[in-house]
Nanobody, 128 residues
Framework: QVQLVESGGGLVQAGGSLRLSCAAS????????AGWFRQAPGKEREFVAA????????YYADSGKGRFTISGDIGKNTVILQMNSLKPEDTAVYSC?????????????????????WGQGTQVTVSS
């Protein structure tokens, strides 16, 4: 059974940092593409960042470029989202997702439909 479990969320002041982790079980994360999405109250789920199975290619939403970094920890079977210079508008529930390898993922990595497995999410709140 595949499980993705996020951790690392919390309350932080604007300008602060958080490191989100997504621990995978039931699959080997280094053979999957992975991504982070977020959803704020009353808003649709939106893409944050993605990394391909090899770790060689990363993708970011404009909102996080230069502030967020996605990476994989193969030894811990975990995907990391390092978030720096946080802003109040970053407040949301952050969820990680994993996608089986397929060529089409490079065209739809920024859409929820591009993923097969999802975690429950972790709350990130940034105060002003």
């Amino acid at each position: 059974q595949v499980q993705l479990v996020e951790s690392g969320g919390g309350l932080v002041q604007a300008g602060g940092s958080l490191r989100l982790s997504c621990a995978a079980s039931g699959l080997t994360i280094s053979t999957y593409n992975a991504g982070w999405f977020r959803q704020a109250p009353g808003k649709e789920r939106e893409f944050v960042a993605a990394i391909n199975w090899s770790g060689h290619n990363t993708y970011y939403a404009d909102s996080g470029k230069g502030r967020f970094t996605i990476s994989g920890d193969i030894g811990k079977n975990t995907v990391i989202l390092q978030m720096n210079s946080l802003k109040p508008e970053d407040t949301a529930v952050y969820s990680c997702a994993a996608a089986r390898f397929r060529l089409s993922w490079t065209r739809n990595y920024a859409t929820p439909a591009g993923y097969d497995y999802w975690g429950q999410g972790t709350q990130v709140t940034v105060s002003s």
